[in-house]
């Protein structure tokens, strides 16, 4: 084993000791005196009004992640964009096939009506 995999495995191991040390020590220190009044629904001060549970529509959820999707394709294409000049034209291909995938999706999302807030 090199000394690249000791040290990163060190660092996993240390990494996984220390949070589960904080998850340990606050749980032993943090005051704990659960009551009904703690339990409930805090919202400002006053009485809450209704159910804590209230149901979304999904489309919320398709659009967060539809955002998320593009989101992630800018993290993708900036450094390509960056570097384009010293990459080949296999590269231009794979990006043009990574876009060509999303631009796909996009349509597709759009089609299915995940796009519109009706």
Avoid at 41 to 52: A, L, N, Q, R, V
């Amino acid at each position: 084993m090199s000394l690249d995999h000791l040290i990163l495995g060190m660092f996993a191991v240390i990494g996984v000791l220390f949070v589960a040390a904080t998850v340990t020590v606050s749980n032993l220190l943090s005051p704990s005196a659960p009551s009904k009044e703690k339990a409930t629904t805090y919202e400002c001060g006053s009485t809450p009004i209704g159910p804590p549970w209230v149901q979304f529509r999904v489309g919320y959820y398709v659009y967060a992640l539809l955002f998320v999707v593009f989101d992630i394709e800018t993290v993708f294409l900036y450094p390509w964009a960056v570097a384009f000049g010293r990459m080949g034209v296999f590269i231009l291909v794979e990006m043009i096939v990574f876009v060509g995938i999303l631009v796909f999706g996009l349509a597709y999302a759009w089609k299915e009506g995940a796009l519109s807030w009706r």
